[in-house]
Every structure is written in C-alpha cells, then in structure tokens.
C-alpha cells in the first residue's frame, strides 16, 4: 500500500459572490478576453484578498494581456499567500524575470500536478506530446554497452521520478530488479499496477538515493525528471554514492544553449551541455554520450533536449 499526502489550496474562496466572479473570469480567459478576466480575477480579490488561487489566475490574465510588470506583483502576492508551493506561483514569478530561480520547484506543486494529471498521463505524453524519453535511453543505453563491450543485463536499476512506470516497462526485459521512487502516489498507484517494480517509494529522489544501499545500482534513469531540478549537484552526488563502479546513469534534460541552468515559460528546467559536463566530472562521472535530442512536442514544435549516458 502506498501512502502520502499532499497540501491543497482550495479553489474556494468561502464567499459565493467572490466565486462567481472568478468563474466568471475563468469564462473570459476560456474565450481570450484576458483584459475582462483579469477585471473580474480583481473584482473577487477585492472581496476576499487573501485568496492565493485568485492572484495566480490574475497573474497569468495579466501576463496574457501584456501587462508584465501586474503579473509579476500577482504572482508574488500568490507565493507569498502559498508558503508550501502548491501553486507553482515562485517558478512564474522567475519565468517572468520577477525573483531568483529556486534550485528545484516545490515538491508541493510537483506532487499535486501529477497526481491531477495520473490517469491522463500516458494518453497525453504518448498521443499529444510525443513523449518518448524512456525508449530514448534504452537505445543510448545498449549503444552505451555494446561499445564497452558488455552484455545487455544490469542487476538493480533505480527509476527516478518513475512516474507511471513508463521507463521501467522500456528497460524490463534487461534489468533483473527495478525500484522506483516519485512524488506522486497517484503515479505510483499505476507504475505498480505494470509489475516492472520490485519497490516504489514515495518521496524525493535524492533522500531515495541517500536510503539505497551503497554502490548496490548498477543502471539509473532519471527520464524528463531533472526538468523540475534547477541545481542538479545534490542528484549527482547521490546517485554517485548509490551507484556500482562502471554503472551507468542515464537522463534527459531540456536544452539551455548559455549558463549553467533556468526555468522556461514552460516551468521547466533547462541545463547547458558544458553545466552537465561539469557536473559529471565533479561526481565522479564519465561521460559516454551527450546529444541534441527531443522527448516531447510542445504546441507542435520539438521541444530542444538533451540525453547523456554517463559511466561511473
């Protein structure tokens, strides 16, 4: 059984007339008349000022209709009103160039996003966006291993943000034991329903990585997880200790072409090639293969990535 919770902000905000006119906003914004929702959105903060969802949604109207500077202010009274992150509210305030970038968005934000988007997840990754991380790796990974000469078969791999189970089923056939970890246990709730899984965790990978035994993986994949991780130093050297000498550790990111790393209009995470480099050569890493690659489509354009396979 698995077991986590999760904090809510509610949608609500207690007063019926204040509700109302944020439905009614949310009609405007459906219909792109941003400047009328974002009238509305105020009109429902002036009954109740202390509703974080409100400021978020007049936020995203404001950005919409052009007014920057407003949706900055919006979206910083939203995090200030949303301590936990639940929102994502910090991420577009530094997607807007309104505050520092956090080092990784709020675990809040991430869980509660995956868990409202669990059962859609496959369906929507797979059809619409043309997801395809997962079988990305699995070929890295065997090229990776044919050019040092080994066998396909690795004893323990450790699934990072593992989501639905969707790398753990590409890798099943050449992996004797998977273990997962995610914060979602909605996700999990289907990973485990795929039987790839030995174990699912949830929780945050790096404490996952810290708990596993050390040197005991000889294969890690962390598939579009490091788009909601700015300061990937912490993951590295976690997987570093958890990992077998020679074992490999395979991820994609998106792709950043200057600095080290940054949050997109997306709220993703993107890293540089030379960051990824330095990361590895830091942790203890070989690098065996860095490029140009896609996982997904956004808006019907491929979304620039990266995939490395690195070598402990």
Request: charged letters at 20%; proline letters at 3%.
């Amino acid at each position: 059984m698995i077991h986590a919770h999760s904090p809510v902000v509610s949608q609500s905000s207690g007063n019926l007339i204040a509700d109302r006119r944020y439905a009614w906003a949310e009609g405007s914004a459906a219909e792109g008349d941003h400047a009328a929702a974002a009238d509305l959105f105020t009109q429902a903060l002036e009954i109740v000022p202390h509703w974080a969802p409100a400021w978020l949604a007049l936020g995203e109207a404001l950005q919409k209709s052009g007014d920057v500077d407003g949706a900055r202010a919006a979206f910083a009274q939203a995090a200030a009103l949303d301590p936990a992150g639940v929102l994502g509210a910090e991420l577009r305030l530094a997607a807007l160039g309104g505050a520092a970038s956090p080092s990784l968005a709020p675990q809040a934000y991430v869980r509660g996003l995956f868990d409202q988007y669990a059962n859609r997840f496959d369906a929507h990754l797979t059809g619409a966006l043309h997801y395809r991380a997962p079988e990305i790796l699995r070929e890295l990974v065997a090229r990776a291993n044919a050019a040092r000469g080994r066998r396909e078969h690795f004893s323990l791999m450790l699934d990072l943000g593992c989501g639905t189970g969707l790398a753990g089923k590409s890798f099943a056939a050449c992996v004797h034991r998977i273990e997962g970890v995610d914060l979602s246990t909605a996700m999990l709730a289907l990973a485990e329903k795929t039987g790839c899984y030995e174990r699912l965790v949830v929780g945050d990978l790096v404490d996952f990585l810290i708990a596993a035994k050390p040197g005991a993986a000889d294969l890690v994949i962390a598939a579009d997880v490091f788009v909601y991780m700015g300061d990937l130093g912490p993951a590295f050297e976690a997987c570093a200790r958890a990992m077998a000498r020679d074992g490999l550790f395979a991820f994609t990111t998106q792709f950043l072409s200057v600095g080290d790393w940054s949050i997109g209009a997306d709220l993703r995470y993107a890293h540089s090639a030379d960051y990824l480099r330095r990361m590895a050569e830091s942790y203890g890493f070989e690098v065996r293969t860095l490029e140009a690659i896609s996982t997904r489509r956004d808006a019907g354009v491929d979304t620039p990535g990266l995939a490395a396979v690195l070598m402990k």
